[in-house]
T-cell receptor
Framework: EDQVTQSPEALRLQEGESSSLNCSYT??????LFWYRQDPGKGPEFLFT???AGEEKEKERLKATLTKKESFLHITAPKPEDSATYLC?????????????????FGQGTILTVHP | DADVTQTPRNRITKTGKRIMLECSQT?????MYWYRQDPGLGLRLIYY???????NKGEISDGYSVSRQAQAKFSLSLESAIPNQTALYFC???????????FGDGTRLSIL
């Protein structure tokens, strides 16, 4: 089963102070990686899918990158509204009775706080 | 309207009570999932269903049961609630196993 580890557990930034969040994983074969944002009292909201090493995706102040062992979520010039918990997840599969089953393994998340 | 709707949003109940959490979706996805989220433990999979006739246990299914009444409806039951089942519960859907899952806004369950 895949293992997914996120660091740091919590990150405090000043508005405009760029930084990166890390998601490292052990997989038997890369099948993709997902990034989510979760606000307090809400369900995780899908941000990005990355399927192959070297791939990058961008959305506003966020850019996700992927290598063979880890993914980074770069936050450029963050604003207070970027404060949230950021989760990464990796899909993994197993076969039973001729059927292929897929599930997600989630990291524990990074709590990002951006101060004005 | 939300694509994945969970009811109730909050519930406080007593030990030993039977509780049902409901999830409905308008995304047309075959796959549905139930997770619980606890501080420091992240999201853990309770049960998942790939269609109405296919239900599978996740990593923490003990003490829970599910019912897939239709493609759009997936319910989670706690037959006899205990305090360590106090948590935030999420329902999610997906098209396939390697596509993103889409989550409801959760049910905050407190068991006294």
């Amino acid at each position: 089963e895949d293992q997914v580890t996120q660091s740091p557990e919590a990150l405090r930034l000043q508005e405009g102070e760029s930084s990166s969040l890390n998601c490292s994983y052990t997989v038997s074969g890369l099948r993709g990686l997902f990034w989510y944002r979760q606000d307090p009292g809400k369900g995780p909201e899908f941000l990005f899918t990355l399927y192959s090493a070297g791939e990058e995706k961008e959305k506003e102040r966020l850019k996700a990158t992927l290598t063979k062992k880890e993914s980074f979520l770069h936050i450029t010039a963050p604003k207070p509204e970027d404060s949230a918990t950021y989760l990464c997840a990796v899909p993994w599969y197993y076969n039973a009775g001729g059927t292929s089953y897929g599930k997600l393994t989630f990291g524990q998340g990074t709590i990002l706080t951006v101060h004005p | 309207d939300a694509d994945v709707t969970q009811t109730p949003r909050n519930r406080i109940t007593k030990t030993g009570k039977r509780i049902m959490l409901e999830c409905s979706q308008t995304k047309g996805h075959d796959r549905m999932y139930w997770y619980r989220q606890d501080p420091g433990l992240g999201l853990r999979l309770i049960y998942y269903s790939f269609d109405v006739k296919d239900i599978n246990k996740g990593e923490i299914s003990d003490g829970y049961s599910v019912s897939r009444q239709a493609q759009a409806k997936f319910s989670l039951s706690l037959e006899s609630a205990i305090p360590n089942q106090t948590a935030l519960y999420f329902c999610a859907t997906s098209v396939t196993g390697n596509q993103p899952q889409h989550f409801g806004d959760g049910t905050r369950l407190s068991i006294l």
